[in-house]
């Protein structure tokens, strides 16, 4: 690695695709470690509701990465996330203009719009040659709010294939920034909710390597450099205020899913976090508010149903100490959860909520809450913005509903959630992750 140089101005760009698939991640990680070799000051962003990939832009570029998500956080907030030291490569989810119904609000191309900062656009080429083309040209096109500035071409076959490419493109006037060559060796491995995990993946700073390594054979650094633009002043936005001031977060690979967000608003107002891990067995700390986030935990529900310190300190505190759990953290606080192979688990019993993968149903969506209990009534008075993902079944669920919910489109939803008293305070839940306030 080379020296490290003075801090790079403030200047960004977005990676984004005609559609999933194309690359985007692979490419938005080769080139964050390639900056960050070469001594440049470079950070990462998400465009949208997604926990795992900014975990791998962290571990490429060594800078915290968050969350940018055009459909659930005002303007303000956006352009506050987004400000900051150095260049910013945003990645984009999906395909660019692919949002939530029905206007297809959320796409990265509204952050192109608000932020001014160009596109490259990843063509997964592996399959055409001529095509390419109309296909970029059609995006180039569609919306003169929306800059795409270059193309990188990715699953290039041979030379002979890049060349046919590159004549093809040649009329639209718009530079091919790379021609990253088809790699078995580059492919992210996934699972039902997307990726592995940063933390569990083997190997992971060589694959970054490899992937910066081959990004560099056909980059055009040079361009790339007057491609970058101004990233955005810091605005003052309104932030999230903390259920407490002393407040305990599970932190492993059952409950990795938590906004870096989420958690810089609570201790912005003053809030001591402290961490913990109930994958390690560890006793719950003294705390007045407990956050399990969403996760993996039914990867793990053996282990965490043999923790016998975890769960009888979890039962203990929710005598005392008001309790939320998002997704996975929900699952962990009901009666039961199934795994994938149909073994039934005795989770907390905080909750009477039973779920199960043994049949997978897929929920997904944004949506808008309306909470009618709970700690999101005090401060969080008013809706919040939130997103569902997962392939639980509820089998059971019987208690006070913490949500009502609509989805993207206005449409109103079941309630969501379980409230339950225990002594002197409540356990809550759903399986709704919490964004930003509406």
């Not at 390594?213 to 970058?228: N, R």
């Not at 609570?266 to 007045?288: E, H, M, N, Q």
Request: proline share 7%; hydrophobic share 45%; aromatic share 6%.
């Amino acid at each position: 690695m080379s020296a490290a140089t003075a801090p790079t101005p403030p200047k960004g760009l977005i990676i984004a695709a005609p559609a999933s698939g194309a690359g985007k991640t692979t490419v938005t990680l080769a080139l964050l470690r390639l900056l960050a070799r070469q001594g440049m000051t470079v950070r990462g962003a998400k465009s949208g509701p997604d926990y795992i990939d900014p975990k791998f832009h962290e571990a490429a570029c060594g800078q915290p990465c968050l969350n940018l998500d055009a459909w659930a956080m005002s303007p303000d907030r956006l352009q506050n996330l987004a400000s900051g030291d150095g260049t910013l490569i945003i990645e984009g989810a999906m395909g660019l203009f692919d949002g939530a119904p029905p206007e297809g609000k959320g796409a990265v191309a509204d952050l192109a719009r608000l932020f001014k900062l160009p596109v490259v656009l990843v063509v997964d080429a592996g399959r055409m040659a001529g095509s390419v083309a109309p296909l970029v040209a059609g995006f180039a096109r569609f919306d003169a709010d929306v800059t795409i500035a270059a193309v990188i071409l990715n699953n290039v076959g041979s030379d002979r294939h890049e060349a046919m490419l590159r004549r093809a493109l040649a009329p639209l006037g718009l530079p091919v920034l790379a021609a990253l060559r088809r790699n078995a060796t580059l492919a992210m491995p996934s699972r039902h909710l997307g990726l592995v995990q940063a933390g569990e993946r083997a190997g992971l700073d060589q694959f970054l390597d490899r992937a910066a390594d081959a990004l560099a054979e056909s980059l055009d650094q040079e361009t790339l450099q007057t491609l970058l633009r101004p990233t955005p002043n810091k605005p003052q936005a309104r932030r999230i205020p903390p259920p407490a001031q002393s407040i305990a977060v599970a932190r492993d690979q059952a409950y990795a899913f938590c906004y870096p967000h989420l958690l810089a608003d609570w201790r912005a107002a003053g809030a001591k976090i402290t961490f913990f891990s109930p994958l390690a067995d560890d006793a719950v700390p003294a705390c007045d508010f407990l956050y399990l986030p969403g996760g993996y935990p039914e990867l793990h529900a053996g282990r965490l149903a043999a923790n016998s310190t975890f769960m009888a300190s979890l039962r203990k505190a929710a005598e005392t100490t008001e309790i939320y759990g998002e997704c996975g953290g929900y699952m962990t606080l009901g009666d039961v959860l199934v795994d994938a192979d149909g073994t039934a688990h005795k989770m907390a019993g905080l909750l009477r909520l039973e779920t199960s993968f043994a049949k997978r149903k897929l929920h997904l969506g944004y949506r808008d809450l309306t909470p009618l209990t709970g700690p999101f009534t005090g401060p969080f008075t008013g809706p919040l913005k939130a997103h569902e993902f997962h392939y639980a079944t509820t089998l059971s669920a019987k208690g006070q509903p913490l949500f009502a919910a609509r989805d993207a489109e206005g449409n109103a939803l079941p309630d969501m959630g379980l409230s339950q008293r225990h002594g002197q305070a409540h356990t809550h839940g759903s399986f709704a992750h919490l964004i930003d306030l509406a």
